[in-house]
């Protein structure tokens, strides 16, 4: 389903951040403001289509003449209509792209973009018997054109023609499905059917970073998201990152983040003035 951006109401009014279990679309066609993902902050540079996948945390912060759309859905009906289609291609590495799991684009560039969401309001005004069949075509459109655009990026940015690209993009589908259960570099070689060597050398060459470090980083962002969201202990947020010593655990995270995790969350907190309480799972 979709809505307009400006509706306060729709699907949430918060000043926190957040995560939900759907995904979104934030569709900017004017104003100003700013939207933090994943404790990094990005400049609303409208047209823009922002693309949040379940679990990412996120705030935007309105600034002024705000408008757009919001299209939200859930992964039993992406996966039901548009299982063969990405939105982002190589998803897990938008994280190394500059501005992320951000498309912005020129007016005229976003046309083709504008044209589609016309015709799907246009739907939702003259509900018939064909308006789900007909919004689900409009909607595959609009996702191969999305994506279409994001391999633009990772072709400018991570050539697609690289030689280890495909083995790179295998890798991080592996960590972002199994980052809790597998630590080791050595077990995701396997898993790829290549030796440690090769896969840390491809990794390093198209992403600049080491597969060990990839996996930390995936690591130590969703502890970030379990220390902000919940109120686990810290030995309980490593244990269930399958850190067996959470002390080893707590030294990862304060040589990554430059904080301890309980001052992570302390800071956090401060800084958005609330406690867990008020930090809800949005469904």
Do not use: W
């Not at 759907?22 to 993902?37: Q, V």
């Not at 799991?101 to 739907?123: C, V, Y």
């Not at 909607?139 to 030689?163: D, G, M, Q, Y």
């Not at 995701?188 to 980083?217: D, I, M």
């Amino acid at each position: 389903k979709g809505g307009k951006i400006q509706r306060k109401d729709y699907p949430h009014d918060t000043v926190l951040p957040h995560k939900h279990s759907y995904f979104e679309l934030c569709i900017f066609t004017s104003g100003t403001g700013e939207h933090e993902i994943d404790f990094q902050n990005f400049a609303i540079q409208p047209p823009s289509i922002h693309v949040l996948h379940p679990g990412q945390v996120h705030l935007i912060r309105r600034g002024e003449n705000y408008e757009g759309y919001l299209f939200v859905f859930s992964k039993e009906f992406y996966n039901l209509h548009f299982k063969g289609i990405e939105i982002i291609p190589g998803y897990p590495l938008v994280s190394q792209l500059k501005n992320g799991p951000i498309l912005n684009m020129s007016p005229e560039e976003f046309t083709d973009f504008s044209s589609l969401i016309a015709s799907i309001e246009k739907e939702f005004e003259h509900i018939s018997s064909e308006t789900e069949e007909i919004i689900i075509s409009f909607l595959n459109i609009f996702f191969l054109r999305l994506r279409n655009r994001f391999v633009s990026l990772l072709k400018n940015e991570n050539p697609v023609s690289h030689p280890f690209s495909k083995l790179v993009y295998a890798f991080n589908q592996l960590v972002d499905h199994h980052f809790k259960e597998i630590h080791q570099v050595k077990e995701y070689a396997e898993l790829l059917g290549e030796s440690p060597v090769v896969l840390n050398r491809a990794v390093k060459s198209l992403t600049g970073k080491t597969p060990g470090e990839l996996v930390v980083e995936r690591l130590i962002l969703e502890a970030k998201r379990l220390l902000l969201y919940s109120d686990l202990s810290n030995k309980e947020v490593a244990y269930k990152l399958n850190y067996e010593d959470p002390s080893y655990f707590a030294r990862i995270f304060r040589k990554k983040t430059g904080n301890t995790p309980s001052e992570f969350r302390s800071n956090m907190r401060k800084f958005y003035k609330t406690g867990a309480a008020d930090l809800k799972y949005q469904k």
